[in-house]
């Protein structure tokens, strides 16, 4: 498991941070979230993949309130990628989901958005804080991962220590509101004979997205090149591998890009919210 540890906590706010130090530290699979969060809050940054193992994890987006409808309303009609886990009133930076959190400093990076285009990847968004912000907490597919490594699924993203390769598809999301934009998917390289198995396990999660979105070719999503993917790391695959697409919970990023809000706060994808929940809460029989 690495993880990144930031330099410079006084540049935080304006991404301008010293090189961090890269560590790599085989215990995080076994912290608390309390304890990844503290860390985080501290200047820890990185994938979150196996960090807190069995604790539910959650992609973020926040927007201004008279863009909250056209979220809400884009989520219910996108469920595969947009399950939602938790709303908060405006202004609100707490959640039900972790006693005591913050959500604006208890992410590893958050990225900024103003009218569609990224301006920064702070650590702490305290100073972009805003009292009418909705924040939207979303089901992670890194929630279905303990299932699929309990089924013998090999995860190469964790075995590597990488960050989760995602792709931006050719598959348009249901428009809600003034908000559009292109399906995000997650990509595993799965064995043949694991791959009844992956598909068996994330069915069975539907509020962390469920089962794939595809199987096979990426072509049939758009996908030119998986060696090159639009967010995360690229992985390492064994020849027989068969690439399956989970929908990802960065398609909302993907809408703010194409819609253009005059603004929002989201993590920055992989590196996500630790909450206490736990990932069995959200297997269905």
Not at 131 to 155: H, M, Q
Not at 167 to 185: D, E, F, S, W
Not at 246 to 266: H, K, N
């Amino acid at each position: 498991m690495s993880l990144t540890s930031t330099s410079a906590r006084t540049s935080k706010r304006t991404g301008t941070e010293d090189r961090p130090v890269v560590l790599v530290d085989e215990h995080a699979h076994a912290w608390s979230p309390e304890t990844a969060r503290a860390r985080f809050r501290d200047g820890l940054t990185g994938p979150t993949a196996g960090v807190a193992a069995g604790h539910t994890q959650v992609n973020l987006i926040s927007v201004p309130a008279d863009w909250a409808y056209d979220m809400l309303l884009f989520c219910q009609r996108n469920p595969k990628p947009c399950p939602v886990l938790d709303v908060t009133d405006a202004g609100a930076w707490t959640t039900v989901l972790a006693e005591g959190a913050d959500l604006r400093t208890d992410l590893p990076r958050y990225r900024v958005w103003r009218d569609g285009e990224l301006v920064d990847e702070p650590t702490d968004v305290r100073a972009y804080w805003r009292d009418d912000l909705v924040s939207f907490l979303i089901g992670c597919s890194f929630t279905f991962e303990w299932a699929l490594g309990e089924a013998g699924v090999p995860i190469r993203h964790i075995e590597q220590g990488r960050n989760v390769p995602m792709y931006v598809t050719g598959r348009q999301c249901r428009p809600a509101g003034r908000l559009h934009g292109p399906l995000v998917v997650s990509m595993r390289p799965v064995p043949p004979g694991h791959l009844a198995a992956a598909i068996r396990e994330s069915s069975l999660l539907p509020a962390v997205h469920g089962s794939p979105v595809h199987c096979g070719d990426p072509a049939g999503l758009g996908i030119d090149d998986l060696g090159r993917p639009d967010f995360g790391d690229p992985v390492d695959t064994e020849p027989d591998d068969i690439p399956v697409f989970w929908a990802c919970g960065v398609t909302p990023q993907a809408a703010v890009m194409a819609s253009r809000p005059p603004f929002a706060l989201t993590h920055a994808p992989g590196q996500m919210f630790l909450t206490d929940a736990r990932d069995e809460q959200y297997r269905v029989a």
